[in-house]
C-alpha cells in the first residue's frame, strides 16, 4: 500500500468520527453535513503542524464552518473560496485594511463577504484583473493561480477523463466562484 493510500485511509477514518459526532453547526442537507464533516476531518489533521499559517481570525477554516452553516452550502463554499485566496502574508501589509488588528491577526468574519449590489464590470471576469486594478499584486497572482491551472489542465492535448482531473477542474470552479464573490464584495 501506498503512503497516499494510507494517508486517504487514515483521513477517511477520522472525517466518519467527524460525520459521526454531534456539532453545534446548523446542518439542513447532507451535502452541508458532508462538507463540515470534511473541514472537521482538516481540523483534526492540521492540529499536528506545529505552527499556525492562518493569519486572519477565525481561522480559515473556522471561517469555512461558521460560512456554511449560516449561508448553506454552496454559498458558504464560495465565500470560503475568496477568504482562502485572499490568506497570504500581503494582508498584513496593507495600508488601508478594513480589518482590525487581533493577537497579531486581522480580524475577517463571514458576514462581511455577502455580495453588495454592485455593477457588474468585465474586470469580474478575468481572475486577477481586479486584484491587480486595486493594488493587491499577490491577491491577483493568487486568482491566476487557482483559477487558471485547472483551465490550463484541460486545454492541454494529453487531457484524460479521469476521477482526479474532474476534481481539479471543479477545484478550479469554485476558486473562480470565490474570485467573483471577492469582485462583489471588495470594500468601496
Known sequence: MTLFKITISIFLMMAGKCFSSSDSTRVTSPLQSLSIGLINA?????????????????????????AISRYGTLRGVQISANRIMRCNPSRKFEKESRYIPLCGKLYDPPGDYVCHHRTFSADFVLPGIFQFRKGEIFDGVLAVGFTGVPVYALARSDFKFNAANVVFFLVGVIFYSGHINYCYTYPI
Open 42 to 66: 482538516y481540523q483534526m489533521v492540521s492540529h499536528v503542524i506545529p505552527f499556525d499559517l492562518c493569519i486572519y481570525e477565525p481561522s480559515c477554516s473556522n471561517f469555512a464552518l461558521e
